[in-house]
């Protein structure tokens, strides 16, 4: 079977058109391609992508995208779009998830039908997790029920990837290839909504992607350009100020999705006298060095941050819904009497009781609640004075408690049989270099990242991007093949576990094959050293969380071409000299630093929250039926 020569040719007009006139609308407007068209279903998917100013699409190929990646092939050679070929599904999703947080450009995943699309699908937890909104392209089975399709779930049901998807985002299966309009309106409001973004999945039957259809290009729909939302008067908001008024203690909780309200944030904070606590996700939305920055509060924490959340009477929630570690499982607040919070999703400003929600887009209201703090002037100030001297004096003890860690000598390992840099001390020695460099920062889950938000020293968000929604093992490593795809790329290094980089190794040739430049740090303790941890501090004794199984990591990166594989040694100075190796490479580095893991207090920075999980789940959940808010 043939595509056709007419409709190859046709196609290369269009997207010749499309490549000299910009943009779809500039393209119809002169003429230069017809309003309607007549044309096939992944031809009309490409355009109303482009529309919505998808340019860029991550794919591993199969027989369930054949079509769709003839579509592009033309539109490729064409300048039109661009195509990235990957090794693994899951590693592709985060590279795509990390593309859109990170540099904010709109990309598409695509697979094949059945297990490709159920990876790639397991890796989108990450965008769901933290409100990243990619599209994810799938093949599915055929329209026709002329029996099995190889690969499709093996069942006597319809549509069942569309039940899957539907469950994780929003998703669309265009069993009928004109309802291509309303599917890719319904992706736009899902990849670009501003306060609750995720992933938004367009499954494609193997037999509907060639089919014809009439197309009026006019009518695709484009990208959604949508006004900040705020409450319509005054009356919540001056209740709102009252109430901080008052307080004599008082914390600001900036969840994820504070990211990029900096200056809104940091103006209420101070017109409010208010501590503010962080999640792991928002660092930077206030200086590090901010006199109201407490740090990260949560199960995990910091000192100075859960003493801030656990003693306010007043709790201001920003941006946040409530995950388990940022709130200690709902007990963080244990002498709260109210909330105020600060949301664009109804669900999430009302997590917490005794709350006055404030809903809409957090600028437009901080700024409003901010401006008649302000005017109130001292009265705010008058009462918080003590309060915010003890928030002081914990942030002290905490700075005082990391700089030990932090100055720490190596530590006599075990498994390595000789001392070795402890995590915090050599992860402090990465994420210095990376501010000294300008260098953006990507955290794989596990102890890396446990001890990774607690060290970093952001003064704006955009300097560390860390994957805690869903704690996604591989996924700063994935993520960096985003700094290979970027129209402006920046230099980026991925903090990585052994553990979390053996889930993904695939991006030292995706790295190398798409022109990475950055590096990987492999922090190796021979562990899962964050469960490890966890267990001895319930049951008092690790279990199958570590194996016997040496790797040299330095070899292993070596044996591909073009990486650039370096020890970092076992002292702060060699690392050092590595980062600053790699940094004059002009493309992949990776860098191996064996880490102590261990007993020694000066190998960690400790968790100073609680969390509702094995033998504290009973404590836990009493001190929750007992909290009023």
Same mark, same amino acid.
């Not at 490549?19 to 355009?47: N, Q, Y």
């Not at 700024?367 to 942030?395: D, F, I, P, Q, T």
């Not at 996604?472 to 490593?477: D, H, L, R, T």
């Not at 490479?585 to 064996?594: A, E, K, N, T, Y």
């Given at each position: 079977?043939?595509?056709?020569?007419?409709?190859?040719?046709?196609?290369?007009?269009?997207?010749?058109?499309?490549?000299?006139?910009?943009?779809?609308?500039?393209?119809?407007?002169?003429?230069?391609?017809?309003?309607?068209?007549?044309?096939?279903?992944?031809?009309?998917?490409?355009?109303? %992508?482009?529309?919505?100013?998808?340019?860029?699409?991550?794919?591993?190929?199969?027989?369930?995208?054949?079509?769709?990646?003839?579509?592009?092939?033309?539109?490729?050679?064409?300048?039109?779009?661009?195509?990235?070929?990957? $090794?693994?599904?899951?590693?592709?999703?985060?590279?795509?998830?990390?593309?859109?947080?990170?540099?904010?450009?709109?990309?598409?995943?695509?697979?094949?039908?059945?297990?490709?699309?159920?990876?790639?699908?397991?890796?989108?937890?990450?965008?769901?997790?933290?409100?990243?909104?990619?599209?994810?392209?799938? &093949?599915?089975?055929?329209?026709?029920?002329?029996?099995?399709?190889?690969?499709?779930?093996?069942?006597?049901?319809?549509?069942?990837?569309?039940?899957?998807?539907?469950?994780? &985002?929003?998703?669309?299966?265009?069993?009928?290839?004109?309802?291509?309009?309303?599917?890719?309106?319904?992706?736009?409001?899902?990849?670009?909504?501003?306060?609750?973004?995720?992933?938004?999945?367009?499954?494609?039957?193997?037999?509907?992607?060639?089919?014809?259809?009439?197309?009026?290009?006019?009518?695709?729909?484009?990208?959604?350009?949508?006004?900040?939302?705020?409450?319509?008067?005054?009356?919540?908001?001056?209740?709102?100020?009252?109430?901080?008024?008052?307080?004599?203690? /008082?914390?600001?909780?900036?969840?994820?999705?504070?990211?990029?309200?900096?200056?809104?944030?940091? $103006?209420?904070?101070?017109?409010?006298?208010?501590?503010?606590?962080?999640?792991?996700?928002?660092?930077?939305?206030?200086?590090?060095?901010?006199?109201?920055?407490?740090?990260?509060?949560?199960?995990?924490?910091?000192?100075?941050?859960?003493?801030?959340?656990?003693?306010?009477?007043?709790?201001?929630?920003?941006?946040? $819904?409530?995950?388990?570690?940022?709130?200690?499982?709902?007990?963080?607040?244990?002498?709260?009497?109210?909330?105020?919070?600060?949301?664009?999703?109804? *669900?999430?400003?009302?997590?917490?009781?005794?709350?006055?929600?404030?809903?809409?887009?957090?600028?437009?209201?901080?700024?409003?609640?901010?401006?008649? %703090?302000?005017?109130?002037?001292?009265?705010?100030?008058?009462?918080?004075?003590?309060?915010?001297?003890?928030?002081?004096?914990?942030?002290?003890?905490?700075?005082?408690?990391? $700089?030990?860690?932090?100055?720490?000598?190596?530590?006599?390992?075990?498994?390595?049989?000789?001392?070795?840099?402890?995590?915090?001390?050599?992860?402090?020695?990465?994420?210095?270099?990376?501010?000294?460099? &300008?260098?953006?920062?990507?955290?794989?889950?596990?102890?890396?990242?446990?001890?990774?938000?607690?060290?970093?020293?952001?003064?704006?968000?955009?300097?560390?991007?860390?994957?805690?929604?869903?704690?996604?093992?591989?996924?700063?490593?994935?993520?960096? %093949?985003?700094?290979?795809?970027?129209?402006?790329?920046?230099?980026? /290094?991925?903090?990585?576990?052994?553990?979390?980089?053996?889930?993904?190794?695939?991006?030292?040739?995706?790295?190398?094959?798409?022109?990475?430049?950055?590096?990987?740090?492999?922090?190796?303790?021979?562990?899962?050293?964050?469960?490890?941890?966890?267990?001895?501090?319930?049951?008092?004794?690790?279990?199958?969380?570590?194996?016997?199984?040496?790797?040299?990591?330095?070899?292993?990166?070596?044996?591909?071409?073009?990486? *650039?594989?370096?020890?970092?040694?076992?002292?702060?100075?060699?690392?050092?000299?590595?980062?600053?190796?790699?940094?004059?490479?002009?493309?992949?580095?990776?860098?191996?630093?064996?880490?102590?893991?261990?007993?020694?207090?000066?190998?960690? %920075?400790?968790?100073?929250?609680?969390?509702?999980?094995?033998?504290?789940?009973?404590?836990?959940?009493?001190?929750? /039926?007992?909290?009023?808010?």
């Amino acid at each position: 079977m043939t595509t056709g020569k007419s409709r190859t040719e046709d196609m290369r007009s269009r997207a010749r058109a499309l490549a000299k006139a910009g943009g779809i609308e500039s393209a119809v407007a002169s003429g230069a391609i017809s309003r309607i068209i007549d044309t096939t279903l992944s031809e009309a998917l490409v355009l109303g %992508l482009h529309k919505q100013g998808v340019r860029k699409y991550l794919a591993i190929f199969g027989h369930g995208s054949t079509d769709l990646g003839e579509v592009l092939r033309i539109y490729e050679e064409e300048g039109v779009t661009r195509t990235f070929n990957c $090794r693994n599904e899951v590693a592709m999703a985060h590279a795509a998830t990390a593309l859109r947080w990170q540099y904010g450009e709109i990309p598409a995943v695509i697979t094949s039908i059945g297990p490709g699309a159920m990876q790639a699908y397991a890796g989108a937890l990450a965008a769901a997790s933290n409100g990243v909104g990619v599209y994810h392209i799938y &093949g599915d089975e055929t329209t026709f029920g002329e029996g099995y399709n190889m690969q499709q779930v093996p069942k006597e049901e319809q549509g069942l990837f569309g039940q899957m998807t539907a469950i994780l &985002g929003r998703s669309y299966t265009l069993h009928t290839p004109e309802a291509i309009r309303d599917a890719l309106r319904r992706g736009a409001m899902q990849v670009n909504h501003p306060y609750k973004a995720g992933p938004f999945f367009l499954l494609l039957p193997l037999n509907t992607q060639p089919k014809r259809l009439r197309l009026n290009l006019a009518a695709l729909p484009s990208l959604p350009s949508l006004p900040a939302m705020a409450p319509s008067d005054d009356d919540d908001l001056d209740v709102a100020a009252q109430q901080i008024a008052e307080a004599r203690s /008082i914390v600001i909780k900036a969840g994820g999705g504070t990211r990029g309200h900096d200056k809104a944030v940091r $103006r209420l904070a101070e017109a409010a006298s208010a501590a503010v606590a962080l999640s792991p996700g928002s660092t930077g939305v206030l200086a590090d060095a901010h006199g109201l920055n407490m740090h990260v509060a949560g199960s995990k924490g910091s000192l100075s941050g859960n003493f801030a959340t656990a003693n306010a009477e007043l709790v201001v929630v920003i941006g946040s $819904r409530g995950v388990c570690q940022a709130d200690c499982s709902g007990i963080g607040y244990k002498k709260a009497k109210a909330v105020i919070n600060i949301n664009g999703d109804l *669900n999430d400003a009302t997590h917490y009781n005794n709350t006055l929600p404030l809903t809409g887009d957090i600028t437009a209201i901080a700024e409003r609640l901010a401006a008649k %703090l302000e005017v109130m002037g001292e009265a705010v100030r008058a009462c918080k004075a003590e309060w915010l001297a003890a928030c002081k004096a914990k942030k002290a003890e905490w700075s005082a408690y990391k $700089r030990a860690r932090f100055s720490a000598a190596p530590i006599a390992d075990e498994v390595w049989q000789r001392p070795c840099l402890g995590q915090p001390a050599a992860i402090k020695v990465v994420a210095d270099f990376a501010k000294q460099t &300008g260098a953006a920062k990507l955290f794989d889950a596990g102890d890396v990242q446990a001890n990774g938000f607690q060290i970093v020293e952001d003064d704006h968000t955009g300097e560390t991007f860390t994957e805690t929604g869903a704690s996604y093992m591989g996924f700063a490593s994935s993520g960096l %093949l985003a700094s290979g795809i970027a129209d402006k790329p920046r230099y980026t /290094i991925a903090f990585c576990g052994d553990g979390s980089f053996m889930m993904n190794p695939q991006i030292l040739i995706d790295g190398v094959e798409h022109g990475v430049r950055g590096a990987i740090v492999i922090f190796d303790n021979r562990r899962m050293a964050a469960i490890t941890g966890l267990q001895n501090a319930q049951y008092g004794v690790g279990f199958k969380t570590n194996d016997g199984v040496a790797v040299d990591y330095v070899r292993l990166a070596g044996a591909v071409s073009g990486v *650039n594989a370096l020890s970092g040694g076992f002292t702060t100075e060699s690392l050092r000299e590595a980062l600053a190796a790699a940094h004059k490479f002009d493309g992949l580095s990776v860098i191996h630093v064996p880490v102590y893991a261990g007993a020694n207090e000066l190998g960690g %920075l400790g968790a100073w929250g609680q969390w509702n999980v094995g033998n504290w789940c009973d404590e836990v959940q009493k001190d929750w /039926i007992e909290q009023d808010i």
